[in-house]
């Protein structure tokens, strides 16, 4: 088990450490579409037992996965659960997924955790092989034998799978691989597993489903835009506000003509609201302030907010108010805010291209001193972007971006304008460091 256990991603796992304080639906919300998911995923015997979900960024499929893997933990009926995540090189990969459902499942249940060891053992390089050929063999075997043998039904095992995320796995061809897998192994065996993949309608899973795609026949296909999430965002700044109301000591900080401004410049949106929130929320910060500041850059009465534009206007307000803040302590004189987090940002996101390796990312413990910062460098730097990145003092590196969608941002000068950070000033200014440090410390070892 020891040789599977390397294999994983713990951070993948709905109840991981590394995923504290997910996104769910806040009670009361997305009522509908929960009920549905459920009663999908929950019949064994439903003739389409791979349920995919598909929805634009922000729309809030994550928070409907999480939701999804908390009611059926409870029920009993979870067999596994993977959360990719593009910044984090343990799971925005195809190579953990198979090892990670197979170690959930083996949980559950000795018999089969001691044939899926035995498997491992027999074949030590399992985990280089295809993922049709490990998901046969890691998963689909040992559970038909433990059918066979004189042992517990294995009816009675946990049977829903789920997978969220799958536009966050680096790689085209690795998630279309993923889905024959998935199609070839899960779907058509007589185990009658329950898989409920979420993804961005992006090209692999997009042309899976579209007619005559492979998993057109076999898989229920859900469009999230199709639920309208007005009334749940409506109930959740409401619900949200309230509790705020107990902080500032005034219940009437703000207005329902408010939530339903903010909720018409969501656009159906989730991570609109849900970023407004946390910025509003913030425990340096003024609620009453930062809504009005909030207010001031959505769409007026009658005009008609175009997708991702009041999440751009809000972004940029809080990347300027962190920007002007951060600039304006004198020993901060000099520094650019900007490139300093796109330095930040291409770290934890891609890496850099420092050969022989296509993408090293600095660890934290030599990033601060390679930029000729301070230990608390990144903790200043990010002290008024909370509602968009937090710091994970236990991983490799600093940062986790709380939203894929604030990475697009970032990376697209067509919505960040004027904040955009080319990648050449990036590399540029992280070559005059690199070369600073070698003159600074010349017999230091350079080795990321």
Not at 80 to 90: R, V
Not at 121 to 143: G, K, Y
Not at 258 to 281: D, K, M, P
Request: hydrophobic residues 35%.
């Amino acid at each position: 088990m020891n040789l599977l256990v390397k294999k994983i991603a713990p951070n993948a796992l709905h109840n991981s450490s590394a995923r504290y304080d997910a996104p769910k639906c806040d009670e009361h919300t997305r009522v509908e579409i929960i009920s549905e998911l459920l009663a999908r995923i929950g019949n064994r015997d439903n003739p389409q037992r791979l349920l995919c979900m598909t929805g634009a960024a922000g729309e809030g499929k994550s928070a409907l996965q999480q939701t999804i893997a908390e009611h059926c933990e409870k029920s009993g009926t979870l067999g596994s659960a993977y959360f990719f995540s593009n910044g984090d090189p343990t799971r925005n990969t195809t190579s953990t997924v198979v090892p990670t459902i197979a170690f959930q499942f083996g949980l559950h249940n000795r018999d089969l955790k001691e044939a899926i060891s035995a498997v491992v053992a027999h074949d030590p390089v399992i985990f280089e092989r295809s993922l049709q050929t490990q998901m046969d063999r890691l998963l689909v075997r040992p559970m038909k034998n433990l059918g066979g043998c004189e042992r517990p039904d294995i009816a009675a095992l946990p049977h829903i799978i789920l997978i969220d995320g799958l536009d966050e796995c680096q790689g085209e061809d690795r998630q279309v691989e993923l889905l024959t897998a998935i199609r070839q192994c899960l779907v058509t065996t007589e185990l009658r597993f329950s898989i409920f993949i979420a993804s961005r309608p992006e090209w692999a899973i997009r042309t899976a489903l579209q007619p005559g795609g492979y998993l057109r026949d076999v898989a229920y296909h859900i469009r999230l835009n199709d639920y309208y999430a007005s009334g749940d965002m409506r109930r959740f700044l409401r619900t949200r506000f309230e509790q705020l109301s107990l902080r500032t000591g005034n219940p009437h900080w703000f207005t329902e003509d408010n939530i339903q401004t903010l909720v018409r410049a969501g656009s159906g949106q989730f991570i609109y609201v849900s970023t407004v929130y946390r910025w509003i929320s913030e425990p340096r910060a003024s609620p009453a302030e930062r809504l009005k500041t909030v207010l001031t850059c959505t769409p007026h009465e009658g005009q008609t907010a175009r997708p991702y534009e009041a999440l751009n206007e809000l972004y940029t307000n809080i990347l300027l108010n962190a920007k002007n803040a951060y600039e304006a302590v004198d020993t901060h004189s000099g520094r650019d805010f900007l490139l300093l987090l796109k330095i930040h940002h291409i770290n934890v996101v891609d890496g850099f291209p420092i050969p022989p390796s296509p993408s090293c990312k600095f660890p934290k413990d030599r990033f601060a001193d390679l930029l000729g910062l301070g230990d608390e460098s990144v903790e200043i730097l990010i002290s008024d972007l909370h509602s968009l990145v937090s710091i994970e003092k236990d991983t490799k590196v600093y940062l986790r971006i709380l939203h894929k969608s604030f990475s697009d941002f970032l990376n697209t000068k067509s919505r960040a304008k004027d904040l955009f950070v080319p990648p050449s000033r990036v590399y540029t200014h992280m070559a005059k460091s690199c070369l600073l440090h070698i003159i600074r410390s010349p017999g230091s070892d350079f080795r990321v």
